[in-house]
């Protein structure tokens, strides 16, 4: 069995520019892109690449992600909680019960990982 997967070249994956279930626009017109590299064969994790244009989102998750924050700046606020800022190099995690707005400031871009459920 294959224990090492190397992961394609972003250039060679075609984006999704749909918006994330669970993301509603509240303020802008961000767009968003994902790319998918990886899908774990019993389909439990996935990891890929999204960029983001300025503009806010309220979010709803239903699954846990680990965030790389590569390029921007994000103030993300769960409902009725205090505002986290991530700017480019910071990593975080997001809990699969999270409800909240994610307001992109600068452009951004991170590499994450999806744990589904």
Known sequence: MQTITKLPALSTVTPSTADLDGWIVTEGSPKMSTWVLHTTADGTMMSGYWECSPGSYHATYTAYEFVHLIAGRIVITPDG??????????????????????????AVRKHFDFKLD
Not at 89 to 95: K, S, T
Not at 96 to 103: C, N, Q, V
């Open 81 to 106: 909680g205090t505002p986290v800022t991530v700017v480019a190099g910071d990593a975080f995690a997001v809990e699969k019960d999270f409800k909240g707005i994610w307001k992109i400031e600068e």
